[in-house]
T-cell receptor, first 114, second 115 residues
Framework: KNQVEQSPQSLIILEGKNCTLQCNYTVSPFSNLRWYKQDTGRGPVSLTI?????NTKSNGRYTATLDADTKQSSLHITASQLSDSASYICVVTTSPGGGNKLTFGTGTQLKVEL | DARVTQTPRHKVTEMGQEVTMRCQPI?????VFWYRQTMMQGLELLAY????????DSGMPKDRFSAEMPDATLATLKIQPSEPRDSAVYFCASGLIQAPQGEQFFGPGTRLTVL
């Protein structure tokens, strides 16, 4: 069964600190992996998208890594800001028969405090 | 700036009533997705359209849910009759099939409460 598991479920850090969120998946066949940020009351916004051949991608203070062998991804946030408080969702896409199927993780709820 | 819009933003209704949610995808996008998000299940894909044709609605309860794209600027999701377990936030997203890795842009969602 295709699954995406994220850890931790929730996390509280102080402003300015770094943190790393984890995503493990069993989805096959793999097409790409995305990290989304979802602010409270809003739709998800894409942070990074990585294909099989990419093992790291950055977007400002966000850096995602992908290990396709171990089927693990991480999202590292550097010098956290209060505005980073949100839910971070890992999504893995398969492309069976040319279509796209997305499997979503349940997210990591991050809170950044003063 | 181009955005996906959804109406209504909030809907409270009684069990058994029909609910219609609307989505205007970003102009020029040729894929549209409907998702449901709950605390327990997270995000779930309900339906997927490409060039207005339904490609995958396997995530949608067929007996009460229906999704359509009457034209390229409007997608609808209907629930009839609604039930309390349908309470959730419903997101619409659009994208370009030819875009790198098929990125999707999400609307703000419709928060549905069925009493």
């Amino acid at each position: 069964k295709n699954q995406v598991e994220q850890s931790p479920q929730s996390l509280i850090i102080l402003e300015g600190k770094n943190c790393t969120l984890q995503c493990n998946y069993t989805v096959s066949p793999f097409s790409n992996l995305r990290w989304y940020k979802q602010d409270t009351g809003r739709g998800p916004v894409s942070l990074t998208i990585m294909t099989f051949s990419e093992n790291t991608k950055s977007n400002g203070r966000y850096t995602a890594t992908l290990d396709a062998d171990t089927k693990q991804s991480s999202l590292h946030i550097t010098a956290s800001q209060l505005s980073d408080s949100a839910s971070y969702i890992c999504v893995v896409t398969t492309s069976p028969g040319g279509g796209n199927k997305l499997t979503f993780g349940t997210g990591t709820q991050l809170k950044v405090e003063l | 700036d181009a955005r996906v819009t959804q109406t209504p933003r909030h809907k409270v209704t009684e069990m058994g009533q029909e609910v219609t949610m609307r989505c205007q995808p970003i102009l020029g996008h040729n894929t549209v997705f409907w998702y449901r998000q709950t605390m327990m299940q997270g995000l779930e894909l309900l339906a997927y359209f490409r060039n207005r044709a339904p490609l995958d609605d396997s995530g949608m309860p067929k007996d009460r849910f229906s999704a359509e794209m009457p034209d390229a600027t409007l997608a609808t999701l209907k629930i009839q009759p609604s039930e309390p377990r349908d309470s959730a936030v419903y997101f619409c997203a659009s994208g370009l099939i030819q875009a790198p890795q098929g990125e999707q842009f999400f609307g703000p969602g419709t928060r549905l409460t069925v009493l």
